[in-house]
């Protein structure tokens, strides 16, 4: 099993980013995904941001997210995204994605792709 996350990146306040994540391992169109942010403050811990269903048909956000992020897969990709619209300060984080409910989850978190909101 291996989550690979790409697309972060500095942006400006307000600015936009696509983060991306493709999966292999495992059957990746039976499984609901979450998007998870790792905050440079170490006690923050990590947190999850977004979730959609396996179809795709659901989706849930965090409440500082809400209305600025979505979540979306395509499933002939195995590939989960996470658009990013109007990125403040406190969005600088490492991102990750994982499919939680995978037996040994934790085993396989991925390497991240780290988003910084600067001016």
């Known amino acids: 099993v291996q989550f690979v996350e790409s697309g972060g990146g500095l942006v400006q306040p307000g600015g936009s980013l696509r983060l991306s994540c493709t999966a292999s391992?495992?059957?990746?169109?039976?499984?609901?995904m979450r998007w998870y942010r790792q905050p440079p403050e170490k006690e923050r811990g990590r947190e999850w941001v977004a979730y959609i269903t396996d179809t795709g048909g659901i989706t849930n956000y965090e409440d500082s997210v809400k209305g600025r992020f979505t979540i979306s897969r395509d499933n002939a990709k195995n590939t989960v995204y996470l658009q990013m619209n109007n990125l403040q300060p406190e969005d600088t984080a490492m991102y990750y994605c994982l499919s939680p409910w995978l037996t040994n989850a934790n085993d396989y978190w991925g390497q991240g792709t780290q988003v910084t909101v600067s001016s």
């Open positions: 391992g495992f059957a990746f169109s039976n499984y609901a």
